[in-house]
């Protein structure tokens, strides 16, 4: 009895040792070191900065980062996080190779890099915090601010997800802008992408619906049909705001093209309007709405 006691006491022991010896503490504070280092670095760079500036930035963090495989981890979504942060380092030295730091290709990339960096940042900071010296708080802050269009990317698709009948949803925000896509099946009707609530129009106002809680100046809505837009339409805030959800939902079945005479703007390609009968045409006609918002330009049309 003693020695199964013994033993028992030992393999509770050797359990423990072996969570304790897990590195999560150890990764977050490289992680915090490696941000430090790059900092300090950065800190007396000149205002032109080169791209051998840019890839020393990266590596001086990569070389405060170990490689960790899961196992080593108590966490598992620090892991992933952790894992996550480095593989974005990782990949952007691979990028700038061959690139012009002055080409805008070069600075749409690095904005979307440093727009990830801080995303990683922002989620392992706010369940684990990293310790950042009083030194240094100021700009973590900075780097924290620039993962905002990320992370409100992440709380309205988890508020989309909530609408039955739509998935696979793309959320693009670009300051106070939102375009929301997804894709529609062919075995749709054309009549259900424009004049029955069956379709696109009463997912586009369900969409609405949720968007009108939050605070977006300039709202994009399409839906995908055989990998190119069938149908679009755009919304200002002042618009929406005016949108009574409430008559939208008591409005009959095949009253659904009215979507379009209250939005901004709308977008139907030429195949679905040529298929379409003359009287829906024509009521669509006449209500002319058009924009010149770049935003609207950008996500409701084929690039």
Same mark, same amino acid.
Not at 224 to 235: G, H, L, R, V
């Given at each position: 009895?003693?020695?199964?006691?013994?033993?028992?006491?030992?393999?509770?022991?050797?359990?423990?040792?072996?969570?304790?010896?897990?590195?999560?503490?150890?990764?977050?504070?490289?992680?915090?070191?490696?941000?430090?280092?790059?900092? @300090?670095?950065?800190?007396?760079?000149?205002? !032109?900065? *080169?791209? +051998? $500036?840019?890839?020393?930035?990266?590596?001086?963090?990569?070389?405060?980062?170990?490689?960790?495989?899961?196992?080593?981890?108590?966490?598992?979504?620090?892991?992933?996080?952790?894992?996550?942060?480095?593989?974005?380092?990782?990949?952007?030295?691979?990028?700038?190779?061959?690139?012009?730091?002055?080409?805008?290709?070069?600075?749409?990339?690095?904005?979307?890099?440093?727009?990830?960096?801080?995303?990683?940042?922002?989620?392992?900071?706010?369940?684990?915090?990293l310790k950042i010296s009083d030194e240094n708080n100021e700009i973590f802050k900075e780097v924290l601010t620039s993962a905002n269009n990320?992370?409100?990317?992440?709380?309205?698709?988890?508020?989309?997800? @909530?609408?039955?009948?739509?998935?696979?949803? !793309?959320? *693009?925000? +670009? $300051?106070?802008?939102?375009?929301?896509?997804?894709?529609?099946?062919?075995?749709?009707?054309?009549?259900?992408?424009?004049?029955?609530?069956?379709?696109?129009?009463?997912?586009?106002?369900?969409?609405?619906k949720k968007l009108k809680e939050n605070d977006f100046n300039h709202i994009v809505i399409s839906t995908t049909n055989q990998d190119s837009?069938?149908?679009?339409?755009?919304?200002?805030?002042?618009?929406?705001?005016?949108?009574?959800?409430?008559?939208?939902?008591?409005?009959?079945?095949?009253?659904?093209?009215?979507?379009?005479?209250?939005?901004?703007?709308?977008?139907?390609?030429?195949?679905?309007?040529?298929?379409?009968?003359?009287?829906?045409?024509?009521?669509?006609?006449?209500?002319?709405?058009?924009?010149?918002?770049?935003?609207?330009?950008?996500?409701?049309?084929?690039?």
């Amino acid at each position: 009895m003693v020695k199964k006691i013994s033993l028992l006491i030992g393999i509770i022991s050797f359990i423990l040792m072996g969570c304790g010896n897990k590195v999560d503490d150890q990764a977050l504070e490289s992680l915090s070191s490696a941000l430090e280092k790059r900092w @300090e670095f950065t800190d007396q760079l000149p205002d !032109e900065i *080169t791209m +051998e $500036d840019l890839n020393k930035a990266i590596q001086i963090e990569l070389d405060e980062l170990e490689e960790y495989d899961i196992d080593d981890f108590k966490d598992t979504i620090l892991y992933s996080h952790y894992s996550g942060y480095k593989s974005n380092l990782e990949l952007m030295q691979i990028t700038m190779k061959n690139e012009s730091i002055d080409s805008n290709s070069f600075q749409e990339k690095w904005k979307e890099h440093m727009e990830k960096r801080a995303k990683f940042l922002h989620d392992i900071n706010s369940k684990y915090t990293l310790k950042i010296s009083d030194e240094n708080n100021e700009i973590f802050k900075e780097v924290l601010t620039s993962a905002n269009n990320l992370v409100k990317k992440d709380e309205i698709k988890d508020q989309l997800s @909530e609408i039955k009948g739509i998935t696979d949803l !793309e959320v *693009t925000i +670009e $300051d106070d802008s939102i375009s929301v896509s997804f894709p529609t099946e062919s075995v749709l009707s054309v009549d259900s992408f424009v004049s029955k609530k069956t379709g696109f129009p009463e997912n586009a106002m369900n969409i609405l619906k949720k968007l009108k809680e939050n605070d977006f100046n300039h709202i994009v809505i399409s839906t995908t049909n055989q990998d190119s837009i069938a149908i679009s339409t755009y919304f200002t805030k002042d618009t929406l705001d005016n949108v009574n959800i409430d008559e939208w939902e008591e409005l009959d079945s095949h009253d659904a093209y009215k979507l379009y005479g209250m939005s901004d703007a709308y977008n139907i390609r030429i195949g679905i309007w040529e298929s379409l009968d003359i009287e829906t045409t024509q009521l669509i006609r006449n209500m002319n709405k058009d924009s010149n918002n770049e935003f609207w330009k950008k996500y409701g049309f084929n690039q």
